[in-house]
């Protein structure tokens, strides 16, 4: 299976889809010629031409409301948002237009389509561009939130966003671009809402996504050599959340971390405790349960502050012990 | 209500207290700050003041018994009241009492809290209410902070402490959840906990049968604390107040080992577990210890006690550290239910199961560290024993086998005996060790 990176399988995808469907097109800033803020389009305009590699004003309101509008009338934009600190700007057509029309029609309309965006730290690029919002785009009903953690998922799940009649937001890590993975070259999808268990372990649950899997990962293998089992949860979708893998998977292990690089206050490490408790893996619980997430701050342009601002590798280790060691 | 009179926590590893003297009688009026008992703890001996004015009634642990930390010893009633029923009798339960009577000799700290920065940062990445925390001087410190994380959880309302998943295990297994010991943070009962309360249901959490590191990354530190903190004390304590001296010898196990596997064949057969090493060398040591008196006592106060039982203690790797849990009457024991025994507590050693009667009442220890490849060592003696026998590995060397210097490749064992030379001289441990060889070379001098 070639390797491929995570930039290259968003574009795969992207792709294979307006390949296969005419009815599929890009949208964004810089995404033509430039091939977009990250590269993730470069070439695609050579292929599509500039009708369906759509350039747009600097204007993410103009952008999704114009991708909500196409959507409506039968198209199936993809939309891309350079940053995902600029999702802010759009959250009058996402959250009070394309959450609500097939609702508000009766089901007579639907929107069809997906907004790319990259979110996350680590680049250095301050407080402004280098948010995770995902908690905030979490409560909105009516739309669907995707967070690829590796470029095998990143294709998988996009397609399945592009295909699913609903809008959808799809968070693309910075960090991640550059990340290289095996993916198949066929087309396949990964149903939205499905989490996966990234590996199997008896004593503690940790439940994360996005940069963060790879860390935990990182650290579930070191901690593995002195015996202790770490079972990583990928949810993959957090809107719909998969809570009925979650869940079996605190029954087994009587414990839960939730770690993610988004702000802890209002997190959705909460809203991934309330299903535990909501539901009959509560009686399992054996010990509180934990999150590690982003300090309640603005991202920090220094780049030390910067990896202060969220959960690094020693964070999570350091907290699986202390979890692991009945510290709490 | 009666004020139950509850003994204070005064050590951090502290369990229990031995009362020395009731300074007030049962039925004897008592005024609130004035000593009513002189207790001793393993550094010093004190006087716990009365928590409340009233008459000392339903003494609970006398003269020369060990008392409970944190558990009602005995109560004061005020005028006109009666005693609780005290059917369910000792340790009960402190919970419903503020936690200020608890310990009376210790102010609570006020609203102006004086705290030093490292017990500010415990508390707040702990989120510990430091207004629940007592000090003994006039800032709370670490040390306050680490003995309140260690007292069980004192809840409003006498609720027990314990998660979800213990509480659902008492109830599937019809355990009352007051009467098991909490082994968690603050007391907090664990499933683990429930667990050990049921001797046929397997321990929830998994358990790590290697011996693993306690799990830090280098430039970081843990407190002293704990078990760790005890076996620190007491191994210190060990080797600087009884003087070892260690005695050496080298073994041909070929007979050992044949008979060894002469009786796994036939267990195999039966269906028995097979016999370890160390399980047929306490066999061989137990016996031996039975002859041998002075092996198998302990100095206690200005005498020397021999011990009518031989006791064995098999040290034992877990997890957190090390363990020595007790085969009792060892002696007694044929080989197969002695091996058997030995398997049982070694497993509930690593699962965390141990009782206190399973480690306790040891005369005597073997420390075989042969499996990790260790030729030979010598162990420091677990008091108040007397002697710890060090086991190495079996390798196979040629030896000179008789007197006209014929050598042979033998299986030979190097095992080091460490005595307390005030109770054993060199020659008394020699003659020991001298008949454990004899008794191991040649196994049928057990029925001589």
């Not at chain 1, 996504?209 to 901690?223: C, H, N, P």
């Not at chain 1, 920090?300 to 510290?327: C, F, G, H, K, M």
């Not at chain 2, 509850?6 to 004035?34: A, F």
């Not at chain 2, 709370?140 to 979800?164: C, M, R």
Request: charged share 25%; with cysteine; net charge negative.
């Amino acid at each position: 299976m070639p390797e491929i990176t995570y930039r290259e399988a968003i574009r795969d995808a992207m792709v294979t889809e307006m390949r296969r469907d005419d009815t599929v097109f890009l949208m964004g800033e810089d995404i033509g010629t430039y091939g977009g803020a990250f590269g993730v389009s470069a070439g695609m305009l050579d292929e599509f031409g500039p009708e369906r590699i759509l350039e747009t004003p600097i204007s993410e309101l103009a952008i999704v409301g114009a991708a909500t509008g196409a959507a409506m009338v039968g198209m199936k934009p993809i939309a891309e948002l350079m940053f995902m600190d600029f999702i802010l700007l759009a959250l009058e057509p996402l959250m009070n237009q394309a959450a609500k029309a097939r609702y508000m029609f009766g089901g007579k309309a639907t929107v069809p389509m997906v907004i790319r965006m990259a979110g996350g730290s680590g680049t250095g690029a301050a407080a402004q561009h280098s948010q995770s919002l995902e908690n905030i785009l979490m409560t909105i009903p009516g739309i669907k939130v995707v967070a690829p953690s590796n470029p095998h998922d990143a294709k998988g799940l996009l397609i399945s966003a592009i295909r699913d009649p609903n809008p959808v937001c799809f968070i693309e890590h910075k960090l991640l671009y550059k990340v290289k993975g095996e993916v198949p070259e066929d087309e396949y999808t990964i149903p939205l809402g499905s989490a996966e268990v990234k590996r199997e372990g008896t004593d503690l649950t940790v439940v994360t996504s996005g940069i963060m899997v790879s860390k935990t990962m990182r650290v579930a293998e070191k901690l593995a050599a002195e015996g202790i089992s770490i079972e990583v949860i990928d949810p993959r979708t957090l809107r719909p959340l998969d809570t009925a893998t979650i869940n079996a998977s605190v029954k087994k292990t009587g414990k839960l971390l939730v770690v993610h690089e988004a702000t802890k206050i209002g997190g959705w490490a909460g809203e991934v405790f309330a299903a535990v408790s909501e539901s009959d893996a509560f009686d399992y619980l054996d010990a509180p349960m934990r999150r590690l997430a982003g300090k309640d701050c603005p991202i920090p342009y220094n780049r030390l502050l910067e990896a202060a601002a969220v959960p690094q590798e020693a964070d999570i280790e350091t907290e699986i012990r202390a979890i692991i060691s009945n510290a709490y | 209500m009666p004020t139950p009179f509850i003994m204070p926590k005064m050590d951090m590893d502290q369990e229990v207290v031995t009362i020395i003297e009731w300074l007030k009688k049962e039925g004897e009026k008592v005024t609130k700050g004035e000593p009513v008992v002189t207790v001793e703890t393993d550094k010093i001996t004190s006087d716990i003041e009365a928590p409340e004015t009233g008459t000392l009634f339903g003494i609970l642990y006398f003269e020369n018994e060990e008392a409970p930390v944190t558990k009602v010893v005995a109560y004061i009633l005020a005028e006109g009241e009666s005693l609780p029923d005290l059917s369910d009798g000792k340790g009960t339960s402190h919970e419903s009492v503020p936690p200020e009577s608890a310990t009376p000799a210790v102010s609570v700290a006020t609203p102006n809290l004086r705290v030093t920065p490292v017990a500010e940062r415990m508390a707040t990445s702990m989120n510990i209410d430091l207004t629940k925390v007592q000090t003994k001087g006039d800032k709370i410190t670490k040390n306050d902070i680490e003995n309140f994380l260690a007292a069980p959880q004192v809840v409003p309302g006498g609720k027990t402490a314990a998660t979800p998943a213990a509480r659902r295990l008492s109830k599937e297994n019809d355990v009352d959840l007051s009467s098991v010991n909490g082994s968690g943070p603050r007391g907090r009962i664990q499933s683990i906990d429930v667990a050990a309360n049921v001797p046929q249901i397997a321990k929830p959490q998994s358990t790590h049968v290697t011996v693993k590191s306690s799990g830090l990354t280098p430039g970081s530190s843990v407190p002293l604390v704990g078990k760790r903190k005890r076996i620190a004390e007491r191994l210190t304590a060990s080797y600087q107040n009884s003087p070892h001296i260690y005695l050496t010898v080298e073994v041909d196990m070929s007979r050992a080992e044949e008979s060894r596997q002469r009786m796994n064949k036939l267990n195999e057969k039966t269906g028995k577990s097979s016999i370890s090493v160390t399980a047929y060398l306490a066999k061989l040591v137990a016996w031996n210890l039975s002859h041998h008196p002075y092996l198998n006592a302990s100095i206690v106060e200005d005498r020397i006690e021999f011990w009518e039982d031989v006791n064995l203690g098999i040290a034992t790797a877990v997890s957190d550290g090390l363990v020595v849990p007790v085969i009792h009457q060892a002696d007694q024991l044929g080989l197969v239910d002695l091996n058997e025994r030995m398997r049982y507590l070694a497993k509930q050693a690593r699962d965390g199961l141990l009782t206190r009667e399973e480690v306790d009442g040891g005369t005597f220890t073997i420390s075989n560290l042969g499996m990790f490849g260790i030729k030979s060592f010598t162990a420091i003696i677990n008091p108040p024993q007397t002697g710890i026998l060090a086991v190495g590995a079996t390798v196979r060397k040629p030896i000179v086998v008789d007197e006209n210097d014929k050598v042979e490749v033998r299986p030979i064992m190097t095992m080091t005996l460490s005595v307390d030379h005030r109770i054993v001289d060199g020659a008394v441990g020699a003659q020991f060790l001298a008949d454990l060889v004899r008794v191991i070379e040649n196994p049928d001098m057990m029925i001589y």
